[in-house]
Nanobody
Framework: QVQLVESGGGLVQAGGSLRLSCVAS????????MAWYRQAPGKQREFVAH???????NSADSVKGRFTISRDNAKNTVYLQINSLKPEDTAVYYC???????????????WGQGTQVTVSS
């Protein structure tokens, strides 16, 4: 019954920008931590960024300074703003609903189907 639906992916030239969206249903969105992951062909799925229920954020070192996660609780939506895109950002980007441990580690629980981001050089 939990549904996470991503959108906003596409084909972009290096240096361009995209904003990904994820609309959640079937969860208490306002009380749930959210995150973005990505998976490139032949590689493991990797953590990108997360946001707590009260808006605190954290991101992976590989995307720091270029990617920004945000949420709109009134719309049950989490966003990922991606700037200065590089070819190595090419991947399927997945939305996730989960929890944040006291240590700050994000634990993924529910996954979306993903949206493709392709960056051309």
């Amino acid at each position: 019954q939990v549904q996470l639906v991503e959108s906003g992916g596409g084909l972009v030239q290096a240096g361009g920008s995209l904003r990904l969206s994820c609309v959640a249903s079937g969860i208490a969105f306002k009380s749930t931590a959210m995150a973005w992951y990505r998976q490139a062909p032949g590689k493991q799925r990797e953590f990108v960024a997360h946001i707590s229920n009260d808006g605190r954020t954290n991101s992976a070192d590989s995307v720091k300074g270029r990617f920004t996660i945000s949420r709109d609780n009134a719309k049950n939506t989490v966003y990922l703003q991606i700037n200065s895109l590089k070819p190595e950002d090419t991947a399927v980007y997945y939305c996730n609903a989960g929890t944040i441990l006291k240590s700050g580690l994000y634990i993924p629980v529910n996954w979306g189907q993903g949206t493709q981001v392709t960056v051309s050089s």
